[in-house]
Every structure is written in C-alpha cells, then in structure tokens.
C-alpha cells in the first residue's frame, strides 16, 4: 500500500473542512462535500493513530518534497496551491490528536514532528506569538524549548542529537550532543545559552550560541552554529514507576536567570549550575 497516496487523499478530501463543515446548520443532511470531508478527517485521525510512526515519518517526507520544491524558483507560483499546503489545519489537528493520545510515539520522531508544525505555522507568527500560543500541545515535552529573544527552537532527538530552528529564516540544524535520547532542553532567557539534559548517558551539556560582528545572536542568513562550553556528569534519575510514559516527565531544565539553571528531577531532587565569566559551577 502506497501511504503516502492515501493520506494525501485524505487530505485532499478534508483539507477545505472546516469551511464545508461551518456551513451545516445542526439537525440538516450533510451535502456530498461536507459529508465527504467529515469522512475523510475521521478516517485519518483512525490511521493515525493507529499507525502514528507512518502518519508521521510520511507527513514529514511530504514537508521535505514540497520545501525542495519552494527552493525551485520555477515551481514557486504552483505550490501554494498544492494538497498539503490547503491541508495545513488537518494536518495540525491530527498532530494534536496524537500528542494527546499518543506522547510515546511522538517522542520518539519529535525532530519530524517539529518540521510538519514549522512548514504548518508560519514562522512570521511563531516569531509574534511564541511557539507557545501558536502550538501549546508540542510545549509540553521537556526536549522542546523555545527562546521569545532569539527566535529559536531546540528539538532534542532520541539519538542524541539536537535540532536547531531559525524561526526567521526555517533553517534547522542539528547538532550531535549526547550518547542516548535527550531528556530535557532549554534556552537561557537571553537566548545565549542553551542548556541540554540525558538521562541515558547522565550529563548535562552547555552550549553558547556564536554571535555576529553585530551582536545579534546567530547569523541573519543562516542556522546559528552551537559551541560546546562545559558537559557534566549528574547523577542517574529513576522514573517512579516502570510505566511506559514515565521517561517524558524524568526532569526539566528550568533558568532562574541568564547565567543560573535548575536540572529538576521529577522526584523534586535539584542540581544548580551557575555560568561565571565563561565557565560552570554547579552546586548540588
């Protein structure tokens, strides 16, 4: 079976539904188009959660193909107009659905999950809104942050790496950090550091963001590179239970200010780090 074939179809058929829907009066028979878009969304919010790794690895490729095609300068005037493009709010809402439903899956593909909501959202309302008020279910995973200063988001991997976003510009890099999934990230309120957490290797990592000849943080017309400061070793947090969904919640990373971060356990155990004249001190 082609999935990728069945879901664009779907969402073909759904992608006007909000419009064919609103137009019904309560109690009325559907119309050939309303009942046909009604049927289409239920039929993708059933395969996708029942298979959320192919809803979203296929969606994520979809995203892919139609980027490579925006960077072509003679397909630009077609792509708006395309099925995934009108598809935007279903595809959302099923993202939504399966973060709901299902945050073990969508955790295990955050990087691809991110880069369907960043091709869904345009980046100029991400950048007025936060990402916050724009998507709040992805915000609620520890290995999502998101900085209102700089305009960036970090995505931490399952393999270890990190996911970089440039809201201004939709670039993303990834960087590699860590020897198993990350656990938690987050950015200091200045945007200039960004803190990364693993419970499956038991460090902590600190990386400050390059700034430009004009002391803006990244560069304009590209990703912003990342430099490694200092790496620590913490000691290993248990999940309070052998349920499956424990590792979502093991700890955060909270800042207190620019340069004083918390590695928060769920177990309300805290370890203090403290950034002085470009180096760490942590106090347990």
């Known amino acids: 079976m082609d999935v990728s074939a069945v879901l664009m179809g779907l969402?073909?058929?759904?992608?006007?539904?909000?419009?064919?829907?609103?137009?019904?009066?309560?109690?009325?028979?559907?119309?050939p188009p309303a009942d046909s878009a009604r049927s289409a969304r239920h039929a993708l919010s059933l395969i996708a959660t029942?298979?959320?790794?192919?809803?979203?690895?296929?969606?994520?490729?979809?995203?892919?193909?139609?980027n490579a095609a925006q960077a072509n300068s003679q397909s630009q005037q077609n792509v708006h107009t395309t099925t995934l493009a009108r598809a935007k709010t279903e595809i959302l809402r099923v993202i939504d659905i399966l973060?709901?439903?299902?945050?073990?899956?969508?955790?295990?593909?955050?990087v691809e999950v991110m880069d369907i909501i960043m091709y869904c959202i345009e980046g100029s309302l991400v950048k007025k809104k936060g990402l916050q008020e724009c998507f709040p279910a992805i915000c609620r995973f520890y290995m999502v942050g998101y900085c209102d200063?700089?305009?960036?988001?970090?995505?931490?991997?399952?393999?270890?790496?990190v996911a970089l976003y440039d809201v201004r510009t939709g670039k993303c890099q990834n960087i590699h950090g860590h020897k198993g999934p990350i656990t938690a990230v987050s950015f200091a309120p200045d945007g200039r550091y960004l803190a990364t957490y693993s419970n499956a290797d038991s460090h902590i990592s600190f990386?400050?963001?390059?700034?430009?000849?004009?002391?803006?943080?990244?560069?304009?017309?590209?990703?912003?590179?990342?430099r490694c400061m200092k790496t620590y070793q913490v000691p290993l947090v248990q999940p309070a239970s052998p349920g499956s969904q424990n590792h979502l919640k093991l700890a955060r990373l909270i800042w207190t200010s620019n340069r004083?971060?918390?590695?928060?356990?769920?177990?309300?155990?805290?370890h203090r780090f403290m950034l002085v004249t470009n180096t760490l001190q942590t106090m347990l």
């Not at 969402?11 to 119309?31: F, H, R, V, W």
């Not at 959320?52 to 892919?64: D, G, K």
């Not at 960036?152 to 270890?160: D, K, L």
């Open 260 to 270: 004083n971060v918390i590695l928060m356990a769920h177990d309300g155990k805290e």
């Open 207 to 226: 990386w400050q963001m390059n700034t430009s000849l004009l002391g803006s943080i990244g560069m304009l017309n590209s990703a912003p590179q990342l």
């Open 11 to 31: 969402l073909e058929l759904c992608a006007d539904a909000e419009k064919q829907l609103a137009n019904i009066t309560m109690g009325l028979p559907l119309n």
């Open 50 to 66: 029942a298979r959320p790794p192919a809803f979203i690895t296929t969606i994520a490729r979809e995203v892919h193909r139609y």
């Open 149 to 161: 200063r700089s305009h960036r988001i970090a995505v931490g991997a399952r393999q270890g790496s």
């Open 99 to 110: 973060i709901e439903k299902m945050p073990g899956d969508v955790v295990d593909l955050l």
